[in-house]
């Protein structure tokens, strides 16, 4: 992996649960292509190939259904922020590189340990390849305990134990940061606790001048200039900000203390930090993709009518969608 290189990949998007693709939101997919074709699109392969290459990306395909897991490409390192059913493929996707030979090498942040946070680790391929070093980083004082507890018998048949890779689960108590690479060259991961039930723990991370912010699980009840400063500093000039937007407004007042946000308090927020780009993450699971553009629609035009002359870029997070900070 190159040393010049920033690059943010969604691997699993969804909250609370993973959300498949079921027969009825595939059917609405097809009904809305061919509603949108004109005879000239369907006419022979390489017309419908053309024609599907150009729909909207939520009529082609899907934002995902996994769970929360976010991968960076960083300065040479790999890193990951949390372990939701996204992790399962992002394994898959390791295996094709120096995993399989067992000389890989992955820094993995919890944000908390929530179920639909941790239940992609069992699935984590790389854990079964000997050679493979793989380190878990979280704030939660028993860490460990909660990551093997997963694994109890009663709760799934492979021990945490049985992983042949070299495992080690790291405590960040008291650290303010931890910094990988070279000292005249830095990849610098912070963090700040958020408002969750349980705790939940926001990750900046630092190269070369640019950040990106995972703030996924937190709701911002007190939104007093002072209540909001701590939240503002640490998410100021991100360049990327992975925002936890899983209600709509009015979802978000009726939900008080679940622990989530919605995409207008995003815009909010992300305006007064002077954050460059936001990704609206952490889906509600029972939101389909076209509720999910339709929440995004109106939440450009709510920037639009507050932000004045803005250039903030807002964008729902989808699978797979790889996000390049360098080239910003």
Sequence with gaps: MPADQFQVTFRGVRGSLPSPQLSHDI??????????????????????QKYVSTLPEHVRGCF?????????????????????????????????????????EVHIFLSHTHWDHIMGLPFFVPLFTKGNRIRFYGVHKDIKERLMNQQDPRYFPVA?????????VLTLNGEKNIVF??????????????DHPGMSFSYRVEYRGKSVVYATD?????????????TIDFFREADLLIFDSQYTFIEGVEKEDWGHSSTFIGV??????????????HHEPTYSDFKLVNIL??????????????TLNCFLAREGKTFDLLAE
Aim: charge should be negative; include cysteine; aromatic fraction near 8%.
């Design 27 to 48: 059917e609405e997919k097809i009904l809305k292509a061919l509603e949108m074709a004109k005879p000239a699109d369907l006419q022979d392969e390489a017309s419908r």
């Design 64 to 104: 995902g259904g996994n769970s929360a897991c976010v991968q960076l490409e960083v300065g040479g390192k790999n890193l990951v922020f949390d372990c939701g059913s996204g992790l399962r493929e992002l394994g898959h996707h390791y295996m094709q590189r120096e995993f399989e030979k067992g000389q890989g």
């Design 160 to 168: 945490f134990s049985s992983f042949t890779a070299d495992v080690e």
């Design 181 to 194: 690479g070279e000292e005249a060259d830095p990849v610098i991961v912070t963090w700040k606790e958020m």
């Design 218 to 230: 937190a709701e911002y009840k007190k939104l007093s200039p002072d209540d909001l400063k701590p």
């Design 268 to 281: 909010d927020i992300a305006l007064e930090a002077g954050v460059r780009n936001l990704a609206f993450y």
């Design 297 to 310: 629609d109106k939440t450009r035009k709510y920037l639009a009518a507050i932000g004045g002359d803005t």
